[in-house]
């Protein structure tokens, strides 16, 4: 028996899960790093300590390994961006999919004659979270660092440079940052031409299943691992998610919802949206990832505790008692449609359903009756109804759900899971782990390393789960209200970019 790391480097910290052959984890450790935003619609985040936390994580996991370790494999955030110099050292600090400065780039993007072909090859929606649109922000406001890069990488080609050497990126996280052909398997010349690069100014590609070896001595011995330890260099932390839960099979869609949120389904072959509002991104040979990410998941809650419960806050800092508990059981004693209070959640912009960096969020019936009793429960309805809209575009291109795993911080509570299976009238299954781009990453270094056969051995490594039912009360309720929230979105969409310049 050996045993596999599973690092998945997220937005806001980087958890490493040390597991068995048959999935099971022994270890974990979970290191964070901070978000520079010292500009408006700034974040940034330094590469250094992304690095530093990655091998805290790996060292603090093999000191509890009871079998060799059979190789380290990898997931990462999407869209990041990092220029270096001929020497690989940083020029910038790594731009997140959150770094929205890049928005007029994107809207000049979307007005290209051929803009949908671009989609079309890419398979990349044109919004400033992607590479692309940051490589054309950064050549047409900062030209002198455009040309003095070298190299224009992504967060895992960064690591896995400083820890064994070579320069790649896989073909997940390529086909992530909108430069990426996936029909040819190669870097779409009319995209690099567009953010005036070359594909030499790019990482290798390669597959996801790919291992390096080679890993640097100086970082083995304090890892306590041999040299010739495997990375697998793994895929995206979206399309991992999805095999971390066991939602790669037709039908089986995966919902998640973190700081942000995301839905996504598992196909053979690519699938396109002929509007262009929904992202397909490789995951393995015949597996393509479908679905749609939003901004505002978790985010929003935790505006709605700064906002309305600021006192509640400050009092029960520093103690073990939780405000968002708190405020989650007053939603708990509302009916499902909050009085008819609907939240239109987009308060950071949005990707999917409307892929509008300039959204503005809403309270929409709002009357003298409602409290923030009504006002949270609003918002909790507000990013289901935003990710029901998101599954609806996805089922018309891919068929309907017939299962639908659920992931995230939001699994911990049974109400916002009975929002959720109410406004979707589906069955919502939790997995018991928690940690699902790291299984997911596991699993891909297990079928790489020749210890699975293939990745349907996912399905034995998931011990357990629970189920959230629908209310048949509820459901009707949400049924009567998701369209008016459509109509709103439909109504005031047009007046966003006026909002957004109006100081």
Known sequence: MTEIIGVDVGTTSTKVVLYDQAGTAIASANHGYPLYQTEPEMAEESPAEIYDAVVAGIAEVTEKATQPVAGISFSAAMHSLILLDDQFQPLTRMLTWADNRAAAAAEQLRALPN????????????HPMTPLAKLVWLAQTKPKLHQQARWFVD?????????????????SIANATGLFNLHTFDWDPQALKLAQITATQLPQLVDTTTQLIGLNETVATKLKLSPTT????GAS???????????????VAAITIGTSGAIRVVTDAPKLDPHGRLFCYYLAPHRWVVGGPVNNGGNVLRWVEDTLFSAEKAVNEGTDRSTIEMMLALAAKVPAGSHGLLMHPYLNGERAPLWEATARGAYFGLTA??????????ALEGICFNLAHVAKMVQALTGPFTQLQATGGFTRSETWLGILADIFDTTVTIPDSMASSSLGAAILGLESLGQISNLTAVKTMIESTRQQHPNPTNVQNYQELYPIYEQLIAAYQPIFNQLSKFK
């Open 237 to 251: 932390d979206g399309c991992l998610a999805n095999l971390g839960v066991n939602a790669i099979e037709p039908g």
């Open 115 to 126: 803009a949908h072909d671009l989609y079309a090859n890419t398979g990349t929606p044109l």
């Open 230 to 233: 495997p990375l697998i260099v």
């Open 369 to 378: 009756r409602h409290s923030r009793s009504e006002m949270t429960r609003a």
């Open 155 to 171: 967060i895992k080609a960064y690591l896995l440079q400083r820890l064994c050497g070579q320069l790649v990126t896989d073909y």
